[in-house]
């Protein structure tokens, strides 16, 4: 069964700082990864997401993740943060074969000025 | 643009009362999906159908049923309301495969137990 672990529930950060939040996934095969956002009172919006080739994958406003098969991770990362980044982040994981997502329990990122 | 609607937004419900919340989509996508959020735990699947007139049991299916009627629509019902069942619900719908994957969630449907 396909689970993950986000092991930071909060992740405080200065604008304009570089930023990572940590995801970590079990799944015995290659599966699918997924990065989500929440602003508040709204619903999920994709940002970005690893199916196959280059595990380092691009998505929006500057966001990107690698994906690691042998530390079973896939770490979000955007190198200067902005005061609208500030939101509940999920990662997700999906057997290739099995349209349903497995989510974490989110991290909320602050960006202070 | 993909659009995933639900209703109502917020509703208060009395315990052992009849609870529907409804799901639309102009996605035209075969699959969709009933989550609910709760702090500490993210979404967890409570149903989720492959088309008009299927559904499927998630990880949570327990005092919950769900109905597809259409390929646009697909509600959740509950029978009999328990405040354990307080909680925000997203309706999701989505396609599968390769480039194609990916789930598209409504705003949302607030509900409160008393």
């Known amino acids: 069964a396909q689970s993950v672990t986000q092991p930071d529930a909060r992740v405080t950060v200065s604008e304009g700082a570089s930023l990572q939040l940590r995801c970590k996934y079990s799944y015995s095969a290659t599966p699918y990864l997924f990065w989500y956002v929440q602003y508040p009172r709204q619903g999920l919006q994709m940002l970005l997401k690893y199916y196959s080739g280059d595990p380092v994958v691009q998505g929006v406003n500057g966001f990107e993740a690698e994906f690691s098969k042998s530390d079973s991770s896939f770490h979000l990362r955007k190198a200067s943060v902005h005061w609208s980044d500030s939101a509940v982040y999920f990662c997700a994981v999906s057997a290739p074969n099995y349209n349903v997502l497995y989510f974490g329990s989110g991290t909320k990122l602050t960006v202070e000025p | ?114």
Not at chain 2, 24 to 47: A, F, S
Request: hydrophobic content about 30%.
């Open chain 2, 1 to 114: 643009e993909a659009a995933v609607t639900q209703s109502p937004r917020n509703k208060v419900a009395v315990t052992g009362g009849k609870v529907t919340l409804s799901c639309n989509q102009t996605n035209n996508h075969n699959n969709m999906y009933w989550y609910r959020q709760d702090t500490g735990h993210g979404l967890r699947l409570i149903h989720y159908s492959y088309g008009a007139g299927s559904t499927e049991k998630g990880d949570i299916p327990d005092g919950y049923k769900a109905s597809r009627p259409s390929q646009e629509n697909f509600s959740l019902i509950l029978e009999l309301a328990t405040p354990s069942q307080t909680s925000v619900y997203f309706c999701a719908s989505g396609d599968w495969g390769g480039a194609y994957a990916e789930q598209f969630f409504g705003p949302g449907t607030r509900l409160t137990v008393l």
